[in-house]
């Protein structure tokens, strides 16, 4: 079993990947099946902004439908950051990267304590839809 797989929690999400159709109604978020799993176009201005309102929905509905993809790339990077502290010379490769300096060790700290958090927030196993 590889570090890859021990740092794994099950999926409670819809599998990626998604795509946003942001020319279709609703401009939805579907998966690979073609299903409507969010749909982006719940607010319409009320004054003319002149297009913000819509690249921002369009910017928007992008960043959802990367989130199956940005969440594997951070499971990915945490296990190798992993992998390469568990042992000494992956310890010394790393602060050999980020610099011999106590800020550039801490900075690296910090970014593995964020993208656990995020990790953590991503995965929850906490749903209305699903059993506990």
Not at 59 to 70: S, T
Not at 98 to 104: E, L, Q, V, Y
Not at 114 to 121: D, P
Request: glycine share 6%; with cysteine.
């Amino acid at each position: 079993m590889t570090c890859r797989e021990t740092t794994r929690l099950p999926v409670c999400h819809t599998p990626g990947p998604w795509h946003f159709n942001p020319h279709e109604d609703g401009k939805p978020i579907c998966n690979h099946g073609n299903f409507a799993i969010a749909y982006m176009d719940a607010y319409t201005p009320d004054e003319d902004d002149g297009g913000a309102w819509e690249r921002e929905t369009d910017a928007n509905g992008n960043l959802v439908a990367a989130a199956p993809e940005l969440l594997e790339c951070l499971q990915d990077i945490l296990a190798v950051f992993n992998q390469a502290a568990a042992d000494s010379a992956g310890t010394h490769a790393i602060i050999a990267f980020f610099g011999n300096h106590d800020d550039a060790v801490n900075q690296a700290i910090r970014w593995r304590q964020k993208t656990r958090a995020v990790l953590a927030k991503s995965t929850s196993q906490l749903s209305e839809r699903r059993a506990a």
